[in-house]
């Protein structure tokens, strides 16, 4: 069974970093995608940024320039550093994990950032 476990959420101020990291464990072996969505209340889950088995990376014009993704192929870990950030960042990140057509979902962390 495969599970998605998330940390590194918590409350910053504005121009503050924060990392998260997203453990996947129980997947079978293959090419595929991780990435990051977020919702912020009363909005739909958006697209953060995404990275493929390959490194190929794909951010949403909101983040690109401030959030990184990576990750470690070898932990089946990903990463989202961010920076400067902004009161609208403010939401629930969630980790993804798409694989043979099958997509997984983390349990999402709450990101705060303060004005």
């Known amino acids: 069974q495969v599970q998605l476990v998330e940390s590194g959420g918590g409350l910053v101020q504005a121009g503050g970093s924060l990392r998260l990291s997203c453990a996947v464990s129980g997947s079978s072996f293959g090419a595929n995608v991780m990435g990051w969505y977020r919702q912020a209340p009363g909005k739909q889950r958006e697209l953060v940024a995404t990275i493929t088995t390959g490194g190929n990376t794909n951010y949403a014009d909101s983040v690109r320039g401030r959030f990184t993704i990576s990750r470690d192929n070898a932990k089946n870990t990903v990463y989202l550093q961010m920076n400067s950030l902004k009161p609208e960042d403010t939401a629930v990140y969630y980790c993804?994990?798409?694989?043979?057509?099958?997509?997984?979902w983390g349990q999402g962390t709450q990101v705060t950032v303060s004005s």
């Open positions: 993804n994990f798409r694989i043979w057509g099958t997509v997984y």
